[in-house]
């Protein structure tokens, strides 16, 4: 089985807070042009949680190092 890399383990790692990271991650996620991956692997209503090292966890890393 695949690890999974979840949004808790990445605001415990980045020092974030968890409500600010699901803002930014909805924001970067709409905007499909820009993070393709993070935006296919967004399904409405379910937990924030990636294969690891997927692309897509690496986007979403990205957009939550940005800013920080």
Same mark, same amino acid.
């Given at each position: 089985?695949? &690890? /999974?890399? $979840? %949004? +808790? &383990? %990445?605001?415990?790692?980045? #020092? %974030? &807070?968890?409500?600010? *990271?699901?803002?930014?991650?909805? *924001?970067? !996620? @709409? &905007?499909? +042009? $820009?993070?393709?991956? %993070? @935006? +296919?692997?967004? #399904?409405?209503? @379910?937990?924030?949680?990636?294969? #690891?090292? @997927?692309? !897509?966890? /690496?986007? *979403?890393?990205?957009?939550?190092? $940005?800013? $920080?």
């Amino acid at each position: 089985m695949a &690890d /999974i890399v $979840t %949004l +808790k &383990d %990445l605001c415990e790692e980045l #020092k %974030l &807070d968890p409500r600010e *990271a699901r803002e930014r991650l909805r *924001a970067a !996620a @709409s &905007d499909a +042009k $820009t993070n393709p991956e %993070l @935006s +296919k692997a967004r #399904k409405p209503r @379910s937990p924030w949680q990636w294969v #690891k090292g @997927s692309v !897509a966890e /690496i986007e *979403a890393r990205r957009v939550l190092q $940005t800013n $920080t």
